[in-house]
Nanobody
């Protein structure tokens, strides 16, 4: 019953925007760091952004700083990833994940710390 469900992916032109959503159920969402990861064909899983359980600490990969914004709404058990100025290199499957052991100091780069994962949503940036 514990699950994370991503939505909002799709096809967008370079320079466009998308907002991804990650809705959680079955666990204490407000006690978890939530992270966004992505994986492109032939590449390793990459940490994109993560947010602390309280929403007061957010981190971003250098490749998306200034373009992506993570936020959370605990009343809706949902974390969002607003993606602006999208580039072709942003094309990937995007996953959200939960980390209950590090609720106050989120780490985006170490995916093995995240115990709950969604199935992913596809983002394609192309002309």
């Amino acid at each position: 019953q514990l699950q994370l469900v991503e939505s909002g992916g799709g096809l967008v032109q370079p320079g466009g925007s998308l907002r991804l959503s990650c809705e959680a159920s079955g666990f204490r969402f407000d006690k978890y760091t939530i992270g966004w990861f992505r994986q492109a064909p032939g590449k390793e899983r990459e940490g994109v952004s993560c947010i602390s359980s309280r929403g007061d600490v957010s981190n971003y990969a250098d490749s998306v700083k200034g373009r992506f914004t993570i936020s959370r709404d605990d009343d809706k058990n949902t974390v969002y990833l607003q993606m602006n100025s999208l580039k072709p290199e942003d094309t990937a499957v995007y996953y959200c994940a939960g980390d209950g052991l590090n609720p106050f100091s989120p780490t985006c780069s170490i995916w093995r710390r995240y115990g709950y994962w969604g199935q992913g949503t596809h983002v394609t940036v192309s002309s």
